[in-house]
């Protein structure tokens, strides 16, 4: 008796439902990879061409951004800062946080400057220092500059600098999407294959 062999509609689903099951595993542990560091919740799933290219676009960018806002008088990333306080909401860093553990010392500098401490790192991706705190607290060493202060040394930069850290956190929002939901193309393919009707045989 000969062996019936699969429509190729039929074929060509299988082969796509192989291809998510290896690619995409525990969508929720590859998404938290994707957020931590771009293209490793990607390599995480296999999906090794794809982490390679997220990693080599998204990290440099982000890396330019933060050099642009840098200088040897004001610290270095001064343009990448979490900051809500009266007078200085920083909206952007909420863009900018979409790049994951990159913006991680921000928070960090941040809580250090709001307990009156001072900021690890000569000031790396620390709020600026606001007038209306009041006094400088005795842990500072020398008066730490107000937005104002660094956007004056660095200029054009850091808003240069800034557009490219919030193109880099835009552009991994998109990266984690892809790794919790997988290639578009797979989704709508199996959407168009449960509309369609299988042909009756002859």
Same mark, same amino acid.
């Given at each position: 008796?000969?062996?019936?062999?699969?429509?190729?509609?039929?074929?060509? #689903?299988?082969?796509?439902?192989?291809?998510?099951?290896?690619?995409?595993?525990?969508?929720?542990?590859?998404?938290?990879?994707?957020?931590?560091? +771009?293209?490793?919740?990607?390599?995480?799933?296999? #999906?090794?061409?794809?982490?390679?290219?997220?990693?080599?676009?998204?990290?440099?960018?982000?890396?330019?951004?933060?050099?642009?806002?840098?200088?040897?008088?004001?610290?270095?990333? #001064?343009?990448?800062?979490?900051?809500?306080?009266?007078?200085?909401? #920083?909206?952007?860093?909420?863009?900018?946080?979409?790049?994951?553990?990159?913006?991680?010392?921000?928070?960090?500098?941040?809580?250090?400057?709001?307990?009156?401490?001072? +900021?690890?790192?000569?000031?790396?991706?620390?709020?600026?220092?606001?007038?209306?705190?009041?006094?400088? +607290?005795?842990?500072?060493?020398?008066?730490?500059?107000?937005?104002?202060?660094?956007?004056?040394?660095?200029?054009?930069?850091?808003?240069?600098?800034?557009?490219?850290?919030?193109?880099?956190?835009?552009?991994?929002?998109?990266?984690?999407?892809?790794?919790?939901?997988?290639?578009?193309?797979?989704?709508?393919?199996?959407?168009?294959?449960?509309?369609?009707?299988? +042909?009756?045989?002859?």
């Amino acid at each position: 008796m000969a062996e019936t062999k699969p429509s190729p509609s039929q074929a060509n #689903r299988q082969e796509e439902d192989d291809m998510i099951d290896i690619r995409l595993k525990n969508p929720v542990i590859a998404g938290v990879l994707a957020w931590l560091v +771009p293209g490793l919740g990607h390599y995480y799933q296999g #999906r090794y061409f794809k982490a390679f290219l997220f990693a080599v676009c998204i990290i440099p960018t982000f890396l330019a951004g933060c050099y642009l806002g840098s200088s040897p008088e004001v610290g270095f990333a #001064r343009n990448v800062y979490y900051s809500w306080r009266e007078g200085d909401r #920083r909206l952007f860093f909420f863009t900018q946080c979409g790049i994951g553990a990159a913006a991680i010392p921000a928070l960090v500098q941040a809580n250090r400057v709001n307990q009156g401490l001072p +900021p690890f790192f000569r000031g790396a991706m620390s709020p600026p220092y606001l007038p209306s705190m009041g006094n400088v +607290p005795p842990n500072f060493r020398g008066v730490p500059p107000t937005l104002d202060e660094i956007i004056g040394k660095l200029g054009r930069y850091f808003e240069i600098g800034t557009i490219f850290t919030l193109v880099a956190g835009l552009l991994n929002l998109l990266v984690i999407f892809d790794a919790i939901d997988g290639p578009v193309f797979f989704r709508k393919e199996e959407e168009k294959d449960e509309k369609e009707p299988e +042909p009756e045989a002859a």
